[in-house]
């Protein structure tokens, strides 16, 4: 039986809700997890002597006194009404601080998405076009070492090059263009080797099937038969890697944020584990979680759409 595309994006949006509820449930359950005890943390922070009597006093205040579930509850309430609680380092709202730096996060996120897109389409299709010439080697060599590279070494190395020794971008901060290309190319690099070679093994498999073969048959010019036909088909499988590398990029941003002092949610986070602020930790990884989420749906959705025989290919399985 065939399943529209309007009924399948109607079941994932339903679903939605208690996907989130799940992930809000594991990610306040694994942060109870953490041996940290709030009360006594945020006490040392106010340079308050952690007595017993004090550290009970406010575990009362706070409500971590209470059974867990009611925690649970009282918690939920409040992340439903957008008050992720308050930072013990700043006394501050934590969702007003997540979200003034979410958007340099989501700034140095889609910089690097864009990077990944303009350079991997077109060097994995040129791979694919030109197989085991000079040019696919060369492209195969430069996937190997961009995904070989870490991260971290990465982001210094670049900063060693093009910031101290020849200055031609900033070491650090936010400001100008400038100041986001080389913690955009850090954070790209490594994913554009890997979408590189996905992209051309999926063209390489779309020119070897037969309606490529029936259309040059009839006569249409190859770059037609390419770009209307074979890099559609081929498009469709890297949907979901794309949609979910986005996803990566949101919440993976924390070293390349520390490396170039970039004023993101990467680094508030690290600042925050050191601190043992344990709100903004919980908060973060619920942020992320629900990015996640809603990128694989939005994925699965624009699969769907893109191609409507997966619906077919479904109900086989």
Request: proline share 6%.
């Amino acid at each position: 039986m065939y399943e529209s595309t309007w009924l399948f994006c109607l079941k994932r949006i339903i679903t939605l809700p208690f996907v989130l509820v799940g992930v809000s449930l594991i990610t306040f359950i694994f942060v109870r997890f953490v041996p940290v005890e709030p009360a006594e943390v945020i006490l040392r922070l106010s340079r308050i002597a952690p007595t017993p009597e004090a550290i009970q006093a406010l575990r009362e205040e706070l409500g971590t006194d209470k059974p867990m579930f009611i925690q649970y509850i009282i918690w939920l309430k409040g992340v439903l009404a957008f008050d992720f609680g308050t930072s013990f380092v700043s006394k501050l709202p934590v969702g007003q601080e997540i979200f003034a730096k979410l958007p340099a996060t989501i700034e140095l996120a889609f910089a690097a998405f864009s990077l990944i897109i303009g350079c991997s389409i077109p060097l994995g299709v040129i791979s694919a076009l030109y197989k085991n010439s000079i040019v696919d080697k060369f492209v195969g060599f430069f996937s190997i070492i961009s995904v070989s590279i870490p991260t971290f070494w990465l982001g210094f190395l670049l900063l060693y090059i093009f910031s101290l020794k020849l200055g031609l971008f900033p070491s650090n901060g936010k400001g100008s263009l400038s100041h986001i290309v080389l913690p955009a190319v850090s954070l790209a690099l490594p994913v554009i080797g890997l979408f590189t070679q996905s992209i051309r093994t999926s063209v390489i498999d779309e020119l070897q099937k037969p309606y490529v073969n029936y259309a040059q048959l009839r006569g249409l010019k190859k770059r037609i038969i390419i770009s209307r036909h074979v890099l559609k088909n081929a498009a469709i499988p890297m949907t979901t890697m794309l949609g979910m590398t986005l996803g990566n990029l949101l919440g993976g941003a924390v070293i390349v944020e520390q490396v170039f002092s970039w004023p993101g949610l990467g680094r508030y986070l690290i600042e925050s584990i050191i601190n043992r602020d344990y709100p903004v930790v919980q908060s973060y990884v619920l942020i992320i979680a629900i990015i996640y989420v809603v990128a694989n749906l939005c994925t699965d959705i624009l699969q769907r759409v893109l191609d409507p025989r997966s619906a077919v290919m479904d109900r086989r399985d």
